[in-house]
């Protein structure tokens, strides 16, 4: 099945410092990754849309420049939390779907998250 | 604006009970449906989707969902839970006409299921 493998799976950094998640599709290609933002309340938002070779898409309100967004490969796709503070502390995960297998119809796959703490 | 909606922030079932988990979405045209489970700490995990065809669709750990497309909905079911099964669920539509992969999200419903 498919697999997308999200690294690390949690981290503390210090206010101020930057923190890169990595989201890699292990036995797919992946055009496009979706990175979310899960709060504790439960619900899921959409950060951002990573598209391979060009530059991502931001949901309305997250800052481009605070969470920067690589995807260079067909594999790899990266979150980089810039001069990160307490407040974006948060679940991050990513996403991808098996775009040439089912078309629209194919469920995206999840990697397992990444739970940041700034301090 | 499309949406999806899952009504019910909790349910309690008894463990050996059926289960529903109610989900209603308002997206024109035919969508594809889709159940996702999300265990604690974890990414979430595909269940089952509807794409056309049968309105009851069988998926992962004995979960089904039926379509019912005149009440534009599509409830999670399992005839018998398991504790196992405690988790938090969410549903999610897809517009056909939409040309990318980007899914419409539920709230999320938190199961409970009690030995």
Known sequence: GAVVSQHPSWVICKSG?????????????????????????????????SNEGSKATYEQGVEKDK????????????????????????????????ERLGGYNSPLHF????????? | AQSVAQPEDQVNVAEG??????????????????????????????????????????GSYGFEAEFNK????FHLKKPSALVSDSALYFCAVRDPGDSNYQLIWG??????IKP
Not at chain 1, 71 to 88: G, K, R
Request: hydrophobic content about 35%; some cysteine; overall charge positive.
């Open chain 1, 17 to 49: 410092t930057s923190v890169k998640i990595e989201c890699r599709s292990l036995d797919f290609q992946a055009t496009t990754m979706f990175w979310y933002r899960q709060f504790p309340k439960q619900s899921l938002m959409l950060m951002a849309t």
């Open chain 1, 67 to 98: 969470f920067l967004i690589n995807h260079a490969s067909l594999t790899l796709s990266t979150l980089t939390v810039t001069s990160a503070h307490p407040e974006d502390s948060s679940f991050y995960i990513c996403s991808a779907a098996q």
């Open chain 1, 111 to 119: 990697g397992n998250g990444t739970r940041l703490t700034v301090t």
């Open chain 2, 17 to 58: 009970n059926p289960l529903t988990v109610k989900c209603t979405y308002s997206v024109s045209g035919n969508p594809y449906l889709f159940w996702y489970v999300q265990y604690p700490n974890r990414g979430l995990q595909f269940l089952l989707k509807y794409i056309t065809g049968d309105n009851l669709v069988k």
């Open chain 2, 70 to 73: 005149s009440q534009t909905s």
């Open chain 2, 107 to 112: 709230a999320g419903t938190k199961l409970i």
